[in-house]
């Protein structure tokens, strides 16, 4: 049972548009989410991340959304480079003091000169 | 700026043989944690070790793989012996979160790419 679901598993989009990448979460216990993205052969990298008690978390060029209610995350990233072309993944973790982070299978971003 | 060192970073080993990657944590980082990666999944948790005490190991195949953090610091995972399955990403992450308390972001090494034949 998957808890943490990123249904596109590919995106395209070009360059200067926005980048919109979704996330959804079965398990209400979840309360801190955190976006990262990976390129081929590394490590994937900590983008940005967000409380349950917000909804709303920026960084730049990057940001995060989420909507509790309807258990749904979601990373903006404006304007998109082609540096960004890579995998996203999404994570949540479920508090409590052993964080525990679960992934989504992750998204290709690719963004087009 | 402060990295998870990993090593190999590319392991390639013939099946029923044993294997070991190592892991460097960020300085100061008290929780450590070993994924594996499969191809067109997200990372998924193997061991946590708060400290040199394993917190999770829940998913770990205890019959063939085993982790040590000795002293605390760096950090040990072994498969023996290497199955065709087990080829993936291993993947090494360090938090500076303590018991009970946050923050909650994890920092990942480069991973080693394990090839089993």
């Known amino acids: 049972d998957q808890q943490v679901k990123q249904n596109s598993p590919s995106l395209s989009v070009q360059e200067g548009r926005i980048s919109i990448l979704n996330c959804d979460y079965t398990?209400?216990?979840?309360?801190?989410f955190l976006w990262y993205k990976k390129y081929p052969a590394e490590g994937p990298t900590f983008l940005i991340s967000i409380s349950s008690i917000k909804d709303k978390n920026e960084d730049g060029r990057f940001t995060v959304f989420l909507n509790k209610s309807a258990k749904h995350l979601s990373l903006h990233i404006v304007p998109s480079q082609p540096g960004d072309s890579a995998v996203y993944f999404c994570?949540?973790?479920?508090?409590?003091?052993?964080?525990?982070?679960?992934f989504g299978k992750g998204t290709l971003l690719t963004v087009n000169p | 700026e402060a990295e998870v060192a990993q090593s190999p970073r590319y392991k390639i080993t013939e099946k029923s043989q044993a294997v070991a990657f190592w892991c460097d944590p960020i300085?100061?980082?008290?929780?450590l944690y070993w994924y594996r990666q499969i191809l067109g999944q997200g990372p998924e948790l193997l061991v946590q070790?708060?400290?040199?005490?394993?917190v999770d190991d829940s998913q770990l195949p205890k019959d063939r793989f085993s982790a040590e953090r000795l002293k605390g610091v760096d950090s040990t995972l072994k498969i023996q012996p290497a199955e065709l399955g087990d080829s993936a990403m291993y993947l090494c992450?360090?938090?500076?979160?303590?018991w009970g308390q946050g923050p909650y972001e994890q920092y990942f090494g480069p991973g080693t790419r394990l090839t089993v034949t």
């Open positions: 992450a360090s938090s500076a979160g303590i």
């Open positions: 994570a949540a973790n479920s508090g409590g003091s052993n964080y525990k982070l679960t």
């Open positions: 070790f708060q400290d040199e005490s394993v």
């Open positions: 300085s100061g980082h008290a929780t």
């Open positions: 398990n209400s216990m979840f309360d801190y």
